[in-house]
Nanobody, 126 residues
Framework: QVQLVESGGGLVQAGGSLRLSCAAS????????MGWFRQAPGKEREFVAF????????YYADSVKGRFTISRDNAKNTGYLQMNSLKPEDTAVYYC???????????????????WGQGTQVTVSH
């Protein structure tokens, strides 16, 4: 089993920045691929970003490309999502997710991730 705990959410003005963290335990973190998803009120959960085992391959939703950066530190068993130039439409609960292996074509599919954190709220004000 894998436990994931997100932190770093909060309230920020438009144009500001936040860095989310996802601390993993229960399994060798370097054996897991990781994704970030978000869910706004009344909307479906949507893919935000993906990083492979080593951190060498990343992938982003078009809506966050150029503003968000996903990374990981396997020595610390922690993944990160650096969010810059935040917009009100980025407001959502952000979740980190992980699994041992997800085909690249499926990395945006939340159903392919077996391990999830509890989520952290990000609110961007006008």
């Amino acid at each position: 089993q894998v436990q994931l705990v997100e932190s770093g959410g909060g309230l920020v003005q438009a144009g500001g920045s936040l860095r989310l963290s996802c601390a993993a335990s229960g399994r060798t973190f370097s054996s897991l691929v990781m994704g970030w998803f978000r869910q706004a009120p009344g909307k479906e959960r949507e893919f935000v970003a993906f990083v492979n085992w080593s951190g060498g391959t990343t992938y982003y939703a078009d809506s966050v490309k150029g503003r968000f950066t996903i990374s990981r530190d396997n020595a610390k068993n922690t993944g990160y999502l650096q969010m810059n130039s935040l917009k009100p439409e980025d407001t959502a609960v952000y979740y980190c997710a992980a699994d041992s292996n997800i085909p690249p074509i499926r990395r945006q599919d939340a159903k392919k991730y077996n391990y999830w954190g509890q989520g952290t709220q990000v609110t961007v004000s006008h």
